[in-house]
């Protein structure tokens, strides 16, 4: 027999995931044109991100335009929903997905591929875009793992690159102009800024399984938000029905980053650095939290210690909200500063070392220094904290085993650093956590080759041996998940065929380790007669990526430099000391414009 939806929700986890009306939802209704987001993991997850936020206010923006939010549903949800025959639908306004003009999926993670495929299927709308006719929604998506499509390009009708305050909301308004779908998507190419259509594109292949080139073999230009503090951004969130990762309000305080470490792919992607101006955040951050209770405000950017107005900032923000907890998730040890975590909650801080010798982070243009390290954490500990967690990557370019007995020293120098410490209330907890690097598009690293299995394995041995000390917990991810993200990473367009086996062997939230399933992936690359290996080797410098489609605007050129200098254990150091020539400059970079000025 089958049950309606109120049956259905008694009898899952977490039902509130599934009903919408958070405080702050806008009051559906029936637009020109309906878009959903769609975020494929958990509402918890997802209701964390504040990527979706923007893009929903960028495409509220168009006349006319109704927007609504669909979550991965968890996987007791999702088989009562099939079980029942009901389509999965949106929360605002509870219609089932196919019935919207356009769904967007936000792809932050590769290893949530097999879950668009998963909302696809619910909301029973065919898989392949090939299938899909005019009484289908189009399928569009953006996010940082769009900077590689092809794994992908089966399945999506339109891929967004880059920033999408400005892109979105014109692609809602041309759908509004044009009367087909294929209409829509050829001026989409043709003028929209940051578009890629994977329909009007072929891959060309070789004799030798490699590919060759693209016809027509014209490169799909990011989109570049100039004006961060003008553009769209939420004044008011929706309060997750349930506790969600970050629970709190959220300012982005600039975008971009100006380290350039080799391994970052976020560094490269959101280049160039743009700052956002301080009194609108504060007006912005007064908004957030009057009409939400939030008691949490996080600073956000990928190193937020880099914000120039910061020290004006924070206490401006103080004086504005004088109850509300500040948190700064992305300091980086060398900008880490007592004051700027005077009012957090002093339970651990995190610092990412990323590497255990200063040879090594010479390697990945880390320019962090032990000096720096044990000043980082001294701060720390003076402001009350006594938990320190420390990131690592395990497999970089270079890496010996002395350099993975560097961490060890790294924590015997914090150990030391809190034992000088007076009145010491309790014991020091450090927390290590390793995982494998994975090379990443439009990085210098992206050319290189991913440790084996067995590499792997034998690293992790040396590090518990020798971190088998009191207070100092490792822990590090699993090999197989690791290996699949670089492959996903730098897949082509063969690759799509691996995740929808994949799929249909029953596999999704493949990022979430205790649900992964190891043997059902592997059998799909069996099944597809594909060799993992083929995507996590080492590439040739002079071969054609599956990415060189898409132009971020950071030169190869550069990266090649970058990838030379990395082996001869040299830093070019950050932005801030001088343009490094990367190729935003002859686009759009206010840090080399300011250079030029200065020298002026």
Known sequence: MKQNLDEILAQVEKPARYIGG??????????????CICFPDVYEVGMSNLGIKIVAEAVRGAEGAYVDRCFAPWPDFGEKLKENGIELYALGNKKPLKTFDMLGFSLQYEMSYTNVLYMLDLANIPLKREERGEEYPIIQAGGPCVCNPEPMADFIDIFTIGDGEENMRRLAELKLECNSKAEFLR??????????????VTVIY???????GFSPDKKIKKAICRNLSDAVYPQKFLVP???AVFDRAILEVM????RGCRFCQAGFLYRPVRERDKDKMVETARSLVCTSGFDELSLNSLSTGDYRYLRELIPALKEALPDVHMALPSLRLDSFEGDFVQESRKSSLTFAPEAGTQRLRDVINKDVTEEEITRGVRLAFEQG?????LYFMLGLPTETDDDLRGIRD??????????????????LRIS???????PKPFTPFQWERQSSRGEVEAKIALLRKELLLKGVSLSWNDYSLSEMEAVFARGDRRTGKVIEAAYKKGCIFDGWSNIFKTEEWYAAFRECGIDPSDYTREWGEDEVLPWDIIDVFVDKKFLLKERRLAYENKVTGSCKSGCKGCGLQNVYCPVSREAKVKKQ
């Open 187 to 200: 001026r989409a190419a043709e003028e929209v800024e940051g578009v890629y259509v994977p329909s009007l």
């Open 385 to 389: 904290y006594t938990g320190i967690k």
């Open 410 to 427: 790294i924590v015997f120098k914090i150990r030391d650093v809190y034992s000088a410490r007076p009145n010491r209330l309790r014991g």
């Open 432 to 438: 290590v956590s390793v995982s494998t690097f994975i």
């Open 22 to 35: 958070e405080y702050n939802e806008p009051e559906p209704f029936d637009g020109k044109f309906d878009y």
């Open 255 to 258: 975008r971009g980053c100006y």
């Open 241 to 243: 029905n349930i506790e």
């Open 206 to 212: 070789g004799d030798d399984g490699k590919i060759k």
